[in-house]
């Protein structure tokens, strides 16, 4: 069974995140700290389709915000996003 190690302060209540912006995180947790690295080019459409959530954009920047993220734009339709510990 494959898993992905998440950090608990993801999972304490409260965490600070609303409940887009945590759908959002743990997809891209999934995509990379699940394959052992701590940035990835990531289109906001696998965002949208892992997550559910529409306007990824604005989740992002609103977790990059928050000190969770940064992501430097790519080509308009993805970012090099890099998970904060």
Do not use: Q, W
């Not at 999972?11 to 409940?19: Q, Y």
């Not at 990835?40 to 529409?54: E, N, R, W």
Request: charged share 20%; glycine share 6%.
């Amino acid at each position: 069974m494959n898993y992905s190690k998440i950090d608990n302060s993801y999972l304490d209540s409260p965490n600070g995140l609303t409940n887009a912006e945590f759908r959002i995180l743990m997809c891209i947790e999934r995509l990379t700290t699940g394959f052992h690295r701590n940035k990835c080019k990531i289109p906001y459409s696998l965002l949208t389709k892992m997550s559910g959530i529409k306007n990824v954009s604005i989740i992002c920047h609103s977790l990059k915000l928050k000190g969770r993220i940064n992501f430097e734009p790519k080509s308009g339709k993805a970012s090099l996003i890099t998970i904060l510990k």
